[in-house]
């Protein structure tokens, strides 16, 4: 099946069976389930309110097979809308997405955007990641071309690292569930710094949105650059900026990872 189907069943039902092909170790890759659950957040409340702000809690492995999709509003305002939606699976939740959304005021407060696309080539200039046996599953439904820094377990004398990226099916429509799909393509920021290979997962992930995809970006190439603000005691808390092919900064990105080393 393919993630647009996935993403249109989760838009259409509350209960939908992920396929075989998107793991991530013991478990479906994050961004995937969490596309599904902002793609029924979208299917409740509608896309015209623009998502402000999303977090994401992975309480458990989310296997292959059926799940169940449930969203709350929690409050909805006069311009602000909150709302909780879960991911279940064999009567147990294994998500939890918290969802902002706000609808455009008028407002005296404008501050431009403070954090440009990083200098670097064009996607052209790169060679794509090959995909190996040893890769996370999902990495073959992804496109990543490194721009700089070091490769997961390079042993390298620092973190962090930029890119591009995209999905290798083209997507006929490209929404914000796509893009927050997309956005958690890359390894934690810390995996450089390792010269083995060890594992590492996402404990919790909060994304602020800066505007809206072109719905017809299904094949365009979006800019990654991460920066580790700390790391210790098995724990990495680090900050992602996502830009479109035209330099706009789309997508804040805030995780906290564990890596097992």
Same mark, same amino acid.
């Given at each position: 099946?393919?993630?647009?189907?996935?993403?249109?069943?989760?838009?259409?039902?509350?209960?939908?069976?992920?396929?075989?092909?998107?793991?991530?170790?013991?478990?479906?890759?994050?961004?995937?389930?969490?596309?599904?659950?902002?793609?029924?957040?979208?299917?409740?409340?509608?896309?015209?309110?623009?998502?402000?702000?999303?977090?994401?809690?992975?309480?458990?492995?989310?296997?292959?097979?059926?799940?169940?999709?449930?969203?709350?509003?929690?409050?909805?305002?006069?311009?602000?809308?909150?709302?909780?939606?879960?991911?279940?699976?064999?009567?147990?939740?294994?998500?939890?997405?918290?969802?902002?959304?706000?609808?455009?005021?008028?407002?005296?407060?404008?501050?431009?955007?403070?954090?440009?696309?990083?200098?670097?080539?064009?996607?052209?200039?790169?060679?794509?990641?090959?995909?190996?046996?040893?890769?996370?599953?999902?990495?073959? &439904?992804?496109?990543?071309?490194?721009?700089?820094?070091?490769?997961?377990?390079?042993?390298?004398?620092?973190?962090?690292?930029?890119?591009?990226?995209?999905?290798?099916?083209?997507?006929?429509?490209?929404?914000?569930?796509?893009?927050?799909?997309?956005?958690?393509?890359?390894?934690?920021?810390?995996?450089?710094?390792?010269? &083995?290979?060890?594992?590492?997962?996402?404990?919790?992930?909060?994304?602020?949105?800066?505007?809206?995809?072109?719905?017809?970006?299904?094949?365009?190439?979006?800019?990654?650059?991460?920066?580790?603000?700390?790391?210790?005691?098995?724990?990495?808390?680090?900050?992602?900026?996502?830009?479109?092919?035209?330099?706009?900064?789309?997508?804040?990105?805030? &995780?906290?990872?564990?890596?097992?080393?």
């Amino acid at each position: 099946m393919s993630l647009s189907d996935m993403l249109q069943q989760a838009a259409t039902q509350d209960s939908l069976e992920i396929p075989a092909g998107w793991g991530q170790g013991r478990a479906t890759y994050g961004g995937l389930v969490a596309a599904l659950l902002l793609a029924r957040v979208q299917a409740v409340v509608g896309a015209e309110t623009p998502v402000r702000s999303l977090t994401v809690s992975f309480i458990g492995p989310v296997a292959p097979g059926p799940v169940r999709l449930s969203v709350e509003v929690l409050r909805r305002g006069k311009s602000v809308t909150q709302l909780e939606a879960r991911l279940w699976q064999q009567d147990a939740v294994q998500v939890v997405m918290l969802v902002s959304l706000g609808a455009s005021r008028d407002s005296v407060v404008k501050v431009p955007v403070s954090t440009l696309l990083p200098d670097m080539m064009i996607p052209e200039a790169f060679a794509s990641l090959p995909w190996m046996p040893m890769m996370p599953e999902f990495l073959q &439904q992804v496109e990543l071309r490194y721009a700089g820094g070091g490769f997961p377990f390079s042993g390298s004398a620092h973190p962090d690292f930029r890119g591009w990226m995209r999905f290798r099916e083209p997507l006929a429509h490209f929404g914000l569930p796509a893009l927050l799909g997309l956005v958690d393509a890359w390894p934690p920021s810390t995996l450089p710094l390792l010269s &083995q290979v060890v594992p590492a997962s996402t404990l919790c992930w909060t994304v602020e949105f800066l505007g809206e995809p072109e719905p017809d970006a299904g094949t365009a190439w979006w800019a990654y650059d991460v920066q580790t603000d700390y790391a210790a005691d098995g724990y990495g808390h680090a900050e992602a900026r996502v830009w479109n092919a035209s330099g706009q900064l789309m997508v804040i990105s805030r &995780q906290t990872t564990m890596v097992f080393a």
